[in-house]
């Protein structure tokens, strides 16, 4: 895709102490690339410590619009994920979808709240 296509967002969280990724970052990040069109997730990342835990959280979420909104890949977490970080991918998805709100091409296409 040409880069007017696509949109980077990241959101942030702090995560709780005694983790392997707390030692290498103070907060966890969610990043993710969208179909500026669509809001659909094509690729994302995360700041946890090891290589599956980020690949899992990819394809967790890969092909999720957020136009339908954040709950969704919450729960998919609440569901799916069990670990020390959990509350704080939640947290950091919050944020990312708040940074997504906030984008103008959201804002003109009606955004799910």
């Known amino acids: 895709?040409?880069?007017n296509k696509v949109i980077f967002i990241a959101g942030h969280s702090r995560?709780?102490?005694g983790m392997?990724?707390?030692?290498?970052?103070?907060?966890?990040?969610?990043?993710?690339?969208?179909?500026?069109n669509y809001g659909v997730i094509l690729?994302?990342?995360?700041?946890l410590a090891t290589e599956h835990g980020r690949d899992f959280i990819n394809h967790l979420f890969r092909g999720y619009s957020l136009r339908q909104g954040i709950d969704e890949p919450i729960k998919k977490i609440e569901?799916?994920?069990s670990g020390k970080a959990k509350n704080a991918i939640i947290a950091a998805l919050k944020d990312l979808y708040a940074q997504y709100k906030t984008l103008p091409s959201v804002k003109n296409n009606g955004g799910a709240n």
């Open 1 to 3: 895709m040409s880069n």
């Open 15 to 17: 995560l709780p102490e």
């Open 20 to 36: 392997a990724a707390q030692s290498m970052f103070q907060t966890l990040t969610v990043t993710a690339e969208l179909d500026r």
């Open 43 to 47: 690729e994302c990342s995360c700041t």
């Open 79 to 81: 569901l799916n994920y």
